[in-house]
């Protein structure tokens, strides 16, 4: 029997958490001192590769913040063992019925909303699913919200409103790693059972401190001091798409690598829908639409049909029993984590 085994994340006895013993030492991080000192944060640094950039040529700027760009994959790179871990806790969170809760502010807080706001169509998965909060709330998307960052009681009552529970898993996303608002959210979160984790681009930061697993994408001073929506952002981007996909992957919401879960809402999606089924099937193209419009649309259940011969009532009932693992679907197989 196909199984999909993930890492098991230490036990606690509490749902309650207090912050992990091996920091018992340090102070709360919602009343962390220094963090107004920005000289020892990496991404606060001048860059010495583009001193002078004021005098450059366009050509000359465009290389250099290319020659910058190219140091977030490699950056991105060195975390993947902490990357792995929390992919597996939010595809188990997820299973679980629990939820994946961003917390960020600024860029991060947008990067955030964005891969947020992109799992439904992608994965068909619910918005409650996957949600994000951010200082200043979903207005500050589009302009910025500076004051509210510097909160971390803002921070508290914000997550505090989507009630976080041990089946939930809240990740902070910031640049510096001491965004208070971010900090401060995660702090609560996590004492109240949650699952926590942090995206940060800094070492050795208030956020880390309350967070169960630490993502640190190190790429450096930005070509711009401070300007942490070029380069932090991108490593932020690349981290989060693989948080989802992985999570989304290894619930089953992908098979091979196609986007099986497609969400059919305008005619560029129900085109890939058509396509993937063409390709998953070896099949024509009418045979798959028949297929589609047989399936009430679903190109999870018109995949099941096809592949495992089976009709619309048996591959809903597959489906059901590997809580939407195509793959196990197919083997009529039963998901154990």
Do not use: W
């Amino acid at each position: 029997m196909p199984t999909l085994t993930m890492t098991e994340p230490t036990p606690t006895e509490n749902t309650e958490r207090t912050p992990r013993a091996d920091r018992a030492d340090k102070q709360p991080a919602s009343t962390y001192r220094g963090l107004d000192d920005l000289s020892s944060l990496i991404t606060e640094s001048p860059n010495t590769a583009s001193e002078g950039l004021d005098t450059k040529s366009a050509i000359e700027i465009a290389r250099i913040v290319a020659h910058e760009d190219a140091k977030v994959a490699a950056a991105v790179k060195k975390a993947l063992p902490e990357i792995a871990i929390v992919i597996d806790t939010v595809a188990r969170s997820l299973r679980d019925g629990g939820r994946l809760i961003y917390v960020g502010a600024g860029s991060s807080g947008r990067i955030a909303a964005l891969d947020a706001s992109e799992c439904p169509p992608t994965f068909s998965t619910s918005p409650a699913q996957v949600q994000y909060i951010m200082a200043g709330g979903p207005k500050a998307l589009a302009s910025a919200s500076d004051v509210n960052e510097d909160s971390p009681e803002i921070g508290q009552r914000d997550i505090a409103r989507r009630r976080p529970t041990r089946k939930d898993i809240v990740i902070g996303v910031s640049a510096s790693g001491r965004t208070p608002y971010v900090v401060g959210a995660v702090e609560y979160a996590r004492a109240r059972g949650a699952k926590t984790a942090c995206v940060v681009c800094n070492s050795s930061t208030p956020l880390a401190d309350v967070s169960d697993t630490v993502i640190i994408a190190e790429v450096g001073p930005e070509v711009i001091s401070g300007s942490t929506r070029m380069k932090a952002s991108s490593a932020q981007k690349m981290v989060l798409n693989m948080i989802t996909t992985g999570a989304m992957t290894r619930l089953g919401y992908v098979y091979e690598n196609l986007m099986v879960n497609v969400h059919m809402k305008n005619a560029k999606l129900v085109e890939r829908g058509i396509r993937v089924l063409m390709y998953v099937c070896n099949i024509d193209r009418d045979t798959a639409i028949r297929t589609i419009k047989s399936a009430g649309k679903s190109i999870p259940i018109a995949v099941v049909m096809l592949k495992a011969n089976v009709d619309k009532m048996e591959a809903v009932r597959r489906l059901a029993k590997s809580d939407g693992n195509v793959r196990l679907a197919i083997d009529d197989s039963r998901l154990e984590l």
